[in-house]
């Protein structure tokens, strides 16, 4: 059995990759979310509390950290439910599998960063992974984390579904907070959530984060437009939001202040080297087109829904 914190679209790929393959998942959220298969169990509980996670994850072979809480509310969430699937795994002697990103190098020389590159982090959210990771290490736990870089795919979150595509679905111009020329990865949710499977079922990740295959560094103006023409539709004029303006709204503004922290991942170059993840375990990475048509047809259902 399988225990998976969040429903998210990594939780999600997780468990139906999972049932998929005849595996039993305890999906855990706390409105009991989760996609609906046979073989998954999903449950209603706080992923804060040790105690009751620790009983949820009885006889459990891997618990995957898959949880997202709110931007505005890392420092006060993320500890505590870290703690607590660390004390599940403890207690049950599962595999600690971690949904990681790229938060904990901080800004780098050229943007490269490889499973080498120290964790050089110095904004809050940043710090905060840092110490997620540390503590599970320190726990004595067998655990393993897999980074990526910003999500695409079907219910991916990020600056190309919450800014991109809504200009997109209405034809306006949109202001990007980016710059839309510079390099670019792009992970997607299938791969990151095919990558934590295998390196939590596979001795030689334990102990040790890893990089998920993603596909070549893209300018947020090329994927746009090959998301263009994959649907259809006139490329799409975009401008480039002076960083300045977010820096300036987030002093009042409490989600564009967490966000402004982040933003160097924009307008600088962003490029996940996921080279020794790939030779050591034969993961490889999702053609670009894959992921931006999954992206599609789920926007499709979206629109289809809301009509």
Not at 158 to 183: C, E, K, N, Q
Not at 214 to 236: F, K, M, N
Not at 284 to 298: F, H, I, K, Q
């Amino acid at each position: 059995m399988h225990v998976i914190v969040g429903s998210g679209p990594v939780g999600s790929s997780i468990a139906r990759l999972l049932a998929g393959r005849g595996e039993s998942v305890r999906m855990i959220t706390r409105s009991g979310s989760g996609p609906e298969h046979k073989l998954v169990e999903r449950v209603a509980a706080d992923a804060s509390d040790a105690r009751r996670l620790t009983e949820l994850a009885a006889g459990a072979e891997v618990v995957y950290n898959c949880a997202n809480p709110k931007y505005t509310e890392w420092e006060q969430k993320w500890f505590p439910m870290n703690d607590a699937m660390i004390a599940a795994a403890k207690a049950t002697g599962a595999v600690y599998a971690i949904t990681g990103n790229l938060y904990v190098y901080g800004l780098q020389p050229g943007g490269y960063m490889r499973e080498d590159t120290p964790m050089a982090a110095v904004g809050r959210k940043g710090k905060v992974r840092i110490k997620m990771w540390r503590d599970a290490l320190a726990s004595g736990v067998r655990t393993v984390e897999a980074r990526g870089a910003d999500y695409i795919g079907a219910g991916a979150v990020g600056i190309f579904s919450a800014v991109l595509l809504p200009a997109m679905a209405t034809r306006r111009t949109p202001w990007v907070p980016a710059d839309l020329d510079a390099p670019h990865t792009f992970t997607y949710t299938g791969d990151m959530a095919r990558a934590l499977v295998d390196l939590a079922g596979d001795e030689r990740a334990w102990g040790r984060a890893w990089h998920v295959p993603s596909a070549d560094p893209i300018s947020l103006r090329e994927l746009t437009d090959r998301y263009c023409d994959l649907i259809g539709v006139p490329h799409l004029t975009m401008h480039k939001l002076p960083r300045w303006i977010n820096h300036a709204i987030g002093r009042f503004n409490p989600m564009m202040r967490e966000m402004a922290e982040m933003d160097y991942q924009f307008y600088f170059p962003f490029r996940l080297d996921s080279t020794l993840t790939a030779r050591t375990f034969g993961l490889t990475a999702t053609p670009l087109e894959v992921s931006l048509r999954e992206t599609a047809e789920d926007a499709e259902r979206i629109s289809a829904r809301t009509m």
